[in-house]
Structures are given as structure tokens and as C-alpha cells.
């Protein structure tokens, strides 16, 4: 059975920092793309950033760029995204996701999202 689940979300003050954990079972880990998405309150899921199978590429939406930095530990079956300077425009339910293309298949997995709070 494939599992996402997201950890680490909660409230901090504007300038603060978080860490969320997705820990991956159910699946090669190591075979997958995994990505950050988030939800702010009344709008659609948006892209956050993307770390490669063997986490050696990233890329980054360009509200997060030099504030995020997301990383995987494949021994863990777990990625991270780690959040600097967080604003309260960073308000969002975030969701893990796993991603593989295998031919014409398309492997698409969701975490049920943690929710992060920016606010004094």
C-alpha cells in the first residue's frame, strides 16, 4: 500500500523556520521524483519545488527560490523541504508527491498534507 505521509507543519511567526518530513513507503522510493505542492486558503495547489530521483537536480518555484532548499535521504525513504524566512503569503496546506513516468504509465502518489501557519 503506498503512503505519503507529511510531518513537521504547525505555526510560526513571520522570519521563522520550518522543516517538513514525507516519509515514502509502498514503493521504490529511489525511482520516483518527489515534490513539494501547496494549497493557500481559497486557491489552487501550486508547484513548490522538485528534487530528482537521485537528488542530484532541483528546481524551484520562483516565490521560494533561496528560501526553500528540498533534499531526500533515499536510505529514508524520505524528502524534506526546508523553509527559511517563511512569510504569512507561505499560509498553505503542503502535500508530498511522488511522480514516475514508465512508458506510457504515469505513477502519480499524494500525501494528505500538513498544514503550515505563517502568523504573529
Known amino acids: 500500500q503506498v503512503q505519503l505521509v507529511e510531518s513537521g507543519g504547525g505555526l510560526v511567526q513571520p522570519g521563522g523556520s520550518l522543516r517538513l518530513s514525507c516519509a515514502a513507503s509502498?514503493?521504490?522510493?529511489?525511482?520516483?521524483?518527489m515534490s513539494w505542492y501547496r494549497q493557500p486558503p481559497g486557491k489552487e495547489r501550486e508547484l513548490v519545488a522538485t528534487?530528482?530521483?537521485?537528488?542530484?537536480?532541483?528546481n524551484y518555484a520562483d516565490s521560494m527560490k533561496g528560501r526553500f532548499t528540498i533534499s531526500r535521504d533515499n536510505a529514508q525513504n524520505t524528502v524534506y523541504l526546508q523553509m527559511n524566512s517563511l512569510k504569512p503569503e507561505d499560509t498553505a496546506v503542503y502535500y508530498c508527491?511522488?511522480?514516475?513516468?514508465?512508458?506510457?504509465?504515469?505513477?502519480?502518489?499524494w500525501g494528505q498534507g500538513t498544514q503550515v501557519t505563517v502568523s504573529s
Open positions: 508527491n511522488a511522480r514516475r513516468r514508465l512508458g506510457i504509465r504515469k505513477y502519480d502518489y
Open positions: 509502498g514503493f521504490t522510493f529511489n525511482n520516483f521524483a
Open positions: 528534487i530528482t530521483s537521485a537528488g542530484d537536480n532541483t
